[in-house]
């Protein structure tokens, strides 16, 4: 059996086994097999050979390539873990040559037009069949009833061209046996808004989306002073004698992604319509209501996006990747890796329980030089997408097992010491990444997009009015390095604790533009890390089920699974140790929480304190239990939106509305599904309850999802 070890411990050496539910996902999603279906990595040491030879052979010489072999397979061995994409295809070209080692793109940006919006679907759908997620801005799409006057006809709108993405990317991921994963995003500005928020509650629609709106600073201005909010579109130049664009109640002036076929000033700036005004604060309890009772739409704070944005000179960020912790430009795209924190515990548990940073500080050298690796055998699928990846090279370093940590360490989640200890293990991982960036730039030259001179505008010194304060002009030459060193408000503030690294960076550049970022890392967690936390959060619950897609089956099916604190607190503490057990033989200490334990204001300070040191973004969900106050629920996000976060996302179990992967058994007890028969009865079941149907059993929340969202059979 493969396991997990623990390092030598004060209480004496231990091996947690790795549950079989992680042993099978590693099976099932990581293990590189022949199309016969014969396994080539032989086991999970074996599948990090594979991908330790793979990323070393990048090196130039054969020496470098052996010595990195070796550093790369000891930091696999103790935390480093790449991602799904790097895991399943680095090493694979021989069983897998058209995949790639990419988890993260963004869509070009879609143009107002039948061809822009098809040969993006076309785009679209080559990056999906990679392996790769994708995201997409809608709001560039005119709204629904506009007129078009080359068709001589009224559209209908983003929504129904979000159908056609939707349908392709089923159909994509369906044929490559691996769901695809998609991010829409929309400006709160948009005319449609109210479409896009309640898109998803019409069962079985864009279903293979998230969403998210695009959330700007003066829409939360005219949320807190109780204002009107103009909903507007783009003129196009064909419409520009239709309207007065010196009537301030007709037109406004504001950024767009484009400025192709729109009325724009010499200044970028594009003439939008006003096609009518809402209160901005019923629109915010619209949205409010929405992600109370259907986890959606997120909310992204786009403006901080871009403010705190490393490359804020040359990027306009109007999209994520599918989870949100990737905010990229257009044909934008990231790899992702992230270190499992629960290996760095000494003594977990006990009385000396510790944390050993400097062994986590080099397994985060190691992995920087491992991920930067990944660019050069990037597997995408279309030229611009190379080309962006290789003139910035992106990546996002981040952890999983934050949660399971502080538990092991004995810090409750959410309190001001676990804030603190975030805060540390976020600046850690990025002074040590950046020294790496720097050191690589040395060796092997920085990221091309910070070896360019460029221009300075206007544009610049209005977003930085510091440069003009240092004597830059308009029309000087600057370096991209110092643009990105000493301009970008993210390594300004790693200038506070480390400014000879920054001006070292002004001086030589780095490898890349962006170096962290912490992703959700389900099945990673649950495979590699043998369910450690999902990424940043703590553990779902200590004991619960997890619902995993098997090809060939008609509905999800139910895995349980325990949290890796439980299994490792079992074998080094107590063996009858479970949790809400009312035993005094079998309670677990109070520092034992999980997500519903957590208050939604511990979630925002907790994602607060790494975000000060992430350069790019967190996947973070606070989860709110079912009976959850729905007028406490609304101060999240003004919370998280006070607390400077780029972005914020809940969840509040609905079976009404939506099965989660993460499913508690009491939910599942406590909730009643109702089939309606061929004869018309009514068949009332729990949710944990088997029901036989179509020759295969399940369980009865499984099937009523899969039943009421149209996936049923179609794995």
């Not at 200044?267 to 619209?286: E, N, P, Q, S, T």
């Not at 996002?396 to 001001?416: A, D, E």
């Given at each position: ?81 790449p ?53 997409y ?18 559209t ?53 989306f ?72 019923h ?29 804020w ?15 990229l430009?257009p ?40 991920l ?5 055998i990037n ?57 790496v ?55 300004q ?31 990673i967690?649950l ?64 520092y034992?929480?999980?997500?519903d334990?957590?208050?939604p ?25 079912t ?38 058994e ?49 794995f």
């Amino acid at each position: 059996m493969s396991t997990v070890r623990l390092e030598d411990l004060a209480r004496g050496a231990a091996a947690i086994p790795l549950q079989p539910a992680s042993q099978d996902i590693w099976d099932k999603k990581y293990r590189l097999k022949t199309k016969q279906g014969e396994p080539v990595d032989l086991s999970i040491d074996h599948s990090y050979q594979r991908i330790a030879r793979a990323l070393s052979e990048v090196e130039a010489t054969p020496d470098k390539q052996q010595y990195w072999n070796d550093r790369f397979l000891w930091a696999l061995r103790h935390g480093a873990i790449p991602a799904g994409r790097i895991t399943s295809n680095a090493g694979a070209l021989e069983h897998k040559p058209a995949t790639s080692t990419i988890n993260c793109t963004v869509s070009g940006t879609i143009e107002d037009s039948m061809d822009g919006i098809l040969q993006k679907v076309h785009e679209a759908g080559l990056t999906l069949k990679a392996g790769c997620g994708i995201g997409y801005e809608f709001s560039t799409l005119r709204p629904r009833g506009a007129y078009v006057s080359g068709a001589g006809a009224y559209t209908s709108g983003p929504m129904s061209f979000m159908d056609i993405y939707d349908k392709m990317c089923f159909t994509v991921s369906s044929a490559g046996g691996r769901r695809g994963a998609q991010m829409g995003t929309f400006d709160v500005s948009h005319p449609d808004v109210k479409d896009f928020i309640r898109a998803k509650r019409e069962d079985g629609r864009l279903r293979q989306f998230n969403l998210s709106l695009l959330i700007t600073d003066d829409f939360m201005s005219a949320v807190h002073s109780d204002g009107d909010w103009p909903l507007v579109f783009p003129i196009n130049i064909k419409e520009r004698d239709e309207v007065d664009l010196t009537d301030p109640a007709a037109v406004v002036w504001r950024e767009w992604p484009t400025t192709a076929n729109y009325v724009a000033r010499d200044d970028g700036l594009v003439a939008c319509k006003i096609y009518g005004h809402i209160r901005a604060r019923h629109l915010w309890d619209m949205i409010m209501v929405s992600t109370y009772d259907y986890a959606e739409p997120g909310f992204i704070l786009i403006d901080r996006v871009n403010e705190m944005n490393n490359n804020w000179w040359c990027e306009n960020i109007r999209a994520t990747n599918p989870c949100g912790e990737q905010p990229l430009p257009p044909y934008g795209s990231c790899l992702l890796g992230s270190i499992n924190l629960t290996v760095f515990v000494r003594d977990p548990f006990g009385p000396k329980a510790r944390f050993d940073w400097d062994e986590y500080k080099e397994v985060v050298r190691v992995f920087t030089r491992m991920l930067d690796n990944v660019v050069e055998i990037n597997g995408l699928p279309l030229p611009q997408q190379r080309e962006e990846i290789l003139s910035k090279r992106r990546h996002g370093m981040g952890y999983l097992g934050l949660g399971s940590t502080l538990t092991m360490l004995k810090l409750r989640y959410g309190s001001r010491e676990a804030c603190a200890f975030t805060e540390e293990v976020s600046r850690e991982m990025a002074l040590a990444g950046w020294e790496v960036g720097l050191a690589l730039a040395q060796e092997k030259g920085p990221a091309p997009v910070l070896a360019r001179d460029y221009e300075v505008t206007a544009a610049m010194l209005r977003c930085r009015p510091e440069m003009e304060r240092d004597g830059w002009k308009v029309g000087d030459s600057i370096p991209g390095r110092v643009l990105h060193a000493h301009y970008s408000r993210y390594m300004q503030r790693i200038a506070t604790v480390a400014p000879a690294l920054v001006n070292a960076l002004a001086e030589h550049g780095s490898r890349f533009t962006h170096h962290s970022s912490i992703a959700p890392t389900g099945t990673i967690s649950l495979s590699l890390a043998n369910n450690a936390s999902n990424g940043i959060e703590p553990s779902f619950a200590h004991h619960y089920s997890r619902n995993v897609i098997r090809e060939g089956k008609k509905t999800k099916e139910k895995v349980e699974v325990f949290s890796f604190e439980l299994l490792a607190y079992r074998e080094l503490i107590n063996a009858k140790a479970m949790p809400l057990s009312d035993k005094p033989e079998e309670k677990l200490p109070d520092y034992f929480v999980s997500a519903d334990d957590i208050t939604p204001t511990e979630h925002v300070d907790i994602q607060a304190a790494a975000q000060k040191w992430i350069d790019s973004s967190i996947s973070k969900t606070a989860n709110v239990p079912t009976d959850y106050p729905y007028e406490d629920f609304k101060n999240i996000y003004t919370y998280a939106h006070a607390q400077g976060l780029k972005g914020c996302t809940t969840f509040r179990f609905n079976p009404a509305a939506f099965q989660g992967v993460l499913v508690k058994e009491a939910d599942l007890e406590n909730t009643i599904y109702r089939f309606e028969l061929d004869d018309g009865s009514i068949v009332e079941v729990k949710g944990n309850e088997q029901i036989e149907y179509d020759g295969e059993t399940h369980t009865a929340a499984n099937l009523f999802d899969a039943l009421k969202e149209g996936y049923y059979g179609k794995f």
